[in-house]
């Protein structure tokens, strides 16, 4: 199994672009989350989804939106990026089948919007 | 307000010299606490999940305790190779969210 896996891995972008952030897992987990890590700020969570077609807020969701059209994938976009979005993105995944619902992260995606 | 505090931010130590780490949390219940290891330019790795206060896992070099309000990390007779962030993490009841710590930064000197 790969576990989580995101794409891509680094990109630089100018302020005003948008892209999207493609994250997948092969664990057949039900949950799925998207988090940004920043220096001091430990890792705060921006949506979720508890299931496939269904997201919500999480606690830093603005300037972003999200989409999970699949149950292994989970999508990240920023439609009109800003210099404050600069980060670390990483995906995680988790379920509750069989009581642990550990989250599972991917390798992340090191994003600078100049 | 739901929250966790690690301490210390970064800690040095010599190889062999083992210590703890700490993670104090303050939530309306605790469904799990978590641990994960993280090295630089990579995603956190999960170490291990406590359920309930009085419960130890073990890992190699490494054991979590919990107790009603915090977590250790204790780290014995560390190497170079434990030199890491270590993350703690609750999942507080009724929710899908976890909330984290900033961490604790942990090198060892060989």
């Known amino acids: 199994n790969a576990g989580v896996t995101q794409t891509p891995k680094f990109r630089v972008l100018k302020t005003g672009q948008s892209m999207t952030l493609l994250c997948a897992q092969d664990m057949n987990h039900e949950y799925m989350y998207w988090y940004r890590q920043d220096p001091g700020m430990g890792l705060r969570l921006i949506h979720y989804s508890v299931g496939e077609g269904t997201t919500a807020k999480g606690e830093v969701p603005d300037g972003y939106n999200v989409s999970r059209l699949k149950k292994q994938n989970f999508l990240l976009g920023l439609e009109s990026a800003a210099p404050s979005q600069t980060s670390v993105y990483f995906c995680a995944s988790s379920t509750i089948a069989g009581g642990p619902d550990t989250q599972y992260f991917g390798p992340g995606t090191r994003l600078t919007v100049l | 307000e739901d929250q966790v505090t690690q301490s210390p931010e970064a800690l040095r130590l010599q190889e062999g010299e083992s210590s703890s780490l700490n993670c104090s949390y303050t939530v309306s219940g605790l469904r799990g606490l978590f641990w994960y290891r993280q090295d630089p330019g990579k995603g956190p790795e999960f170490l291990f999940t406590l359920y309930s206060a009085g419960e130890e896992k073990e890992k190699e070099r490494l054991k979590a305790t919990l107790t009603k309000k915090e977590s250790f990390l204790h780290i014995t007779a560390p190497k170079p190779e434990d030199s890491a962030t270590y993350l703690c993490?609750?999942?507080?009841?009724?929710?899908?969210?976890?909330?984290f710590g900033t961490g604790t930064r942990l090198k060892v000197l060989a």
């Open positions: 993490a609750v999942h507080p009841p009724g929710t899908y969210k976890y909330i």
